[in-house]
């Protein structure tokens, strides 16, 4: 009975190793997708922004003029209100928090800064993530300005 016990406890802690781990690899790959976002933006590449997003007509970002459904719409939107790299500024992201919720979806909550030559934008987003064939990609995102 005793080495029943054991080899149960056993599997119980590489379980929760295993999901510790698993966790830990999540959120390492959402940031990574974040700085590329951020560096992307900073480049003046707005497509290379847009590869964190669903590439579907499914993905919903939710703005300053409410819902809009589709990442090339999202794309276009993008491109209308920041037609160049001055527009473009420099993007900054602050990390509040990043919640895995399962094996294939995360939450994140937070900030963004645009630095720009006449100005300086910001505000708060918050993010549905999932991971979709063996990548995180957003699927929703509400972006809010102060």
């Known amino acids: 009975m005793k080495k029943i016990t054991l080899v149960f ?4 802690i590489s379980s929760v190793l295993l999901a510790q781990q698993s ?5 390492s790959q959402i940031k990574l997708q974040m700085k590329f976002q951020e560096e992307n933006w900073n480049i003046g590449n707005i ?3 847009m590869q964190a997003y669903w590439k579907s007509d499914s ?4 703005g300053a003029k409410g819902p809009t459904y589709g990442w090339l719409k999202t794309l276009s939107n993008y491109k209308m209100a920041y037609p160049d790299k001055a527009a473009m500024g420099k993007l900054n992201f602050e990390l509040i928090d990043l919640k895995i ?9 937070g900030s ?11 505000g708060h987003f918050s993010l549905l993530w999932q991971k979709i ?9 509400h ?3 102060r």
Request: proline letters at 0%; aromatic letters at 12%.
């Open 23 to 27: 966790e830990s690899l999540a959120k």
């Open 112 to 122: 963004w800064e645009l630095k720009r030559e006449k100005d300086t934008l910001g």
């Open 9 to 12: 406890g056993l599997l119980i």
């Open 101 to 109: 919720l399962s094996d294939n979806y995360a939450y994140m909550l």
């Open 59 to 62: 993905l919903l970002f939710v």
């Open 47 to 49: 497509e290379g922004f």
């Open 133 to 141: 064939d063996g990548e995180w990609k957003i699927v929703s995102d």
């Open 143 to 145: 972006t809010s300005s």
